[in-house]
């Protein structure tokens, strides 16, 4: 793991995730060589990790719950992956898959989308508590049980 250096992209995106989920209610809480922890923007008194596997490569956002005995940072539970090179923030589309306990995430690329299949629904769930009536999810969910709705097309909004 690496530090999230300053002058990266990566630390560029990671400030736009934060005031994006956060609307500014994200708090500064500890700095640390590999990661940083923040205040949790819906829920009291909980926080989020964030560390990168390498500079400008992936940023990872996880649950930090409070008396939780970890070995590594991974073993936290996981919210949301921050892809650094050519991907967006967020899914445009989310497809669930209830019976699979999975979900899709459909991205807007370059030339069209880009989807990553088989994020748990646990971890869904996660990213999707970051998000309230005051900061709405950028995001429209789909129910798609048994995988038969075809990738969105991006609107040209």
């Given at each position: 793991m690496s530090e999230i250096h300053p002058d990266?992209?990566?630390y560029e995106l990671l400030k736009q995730f934060c005031v994006r989920i956060g609307e500014g209610r994200l708090e500064h809480k500890q700095d640390q060589v590999h990661y940083t922890l923040l205040c949790h923007p819906t829920m009291e008194d909980e926080l989020l990790l964030v560390h990168s596997d390498r500079p400008d490569r992936q940023i990872f956002?996880?649950?930090f719950p409070e008396g939780f005995v970890a070995d590594s940072l991974e073993d936290y539970p996981l919210v949301h992956t921050i892809y650094v090179r050519g991907m967006p923030l967020f899914p445009f589309v989310v497809d669930i898959h209830a019976p699979e306990e999975e979900a899709t995430y459909h991205y807007v690329m370059h030339g069209g989308t880009a989807s990553i299949n088989k994020i748990p629904l646990a971890q869904y769930k996660r990213l999707n508590l970051l998000f309230d009536g005051r900061n709405p999810a950028p995001w429209k969910e789909r129910e798609?049980?048994?995988h038969l709705l075809t990738a969105p097309v991006?609107?040209?909004e």
């Open positions: 990266s992209r990566g956002i996880r649950e798609d049980p048994a991006p609107s040209s």
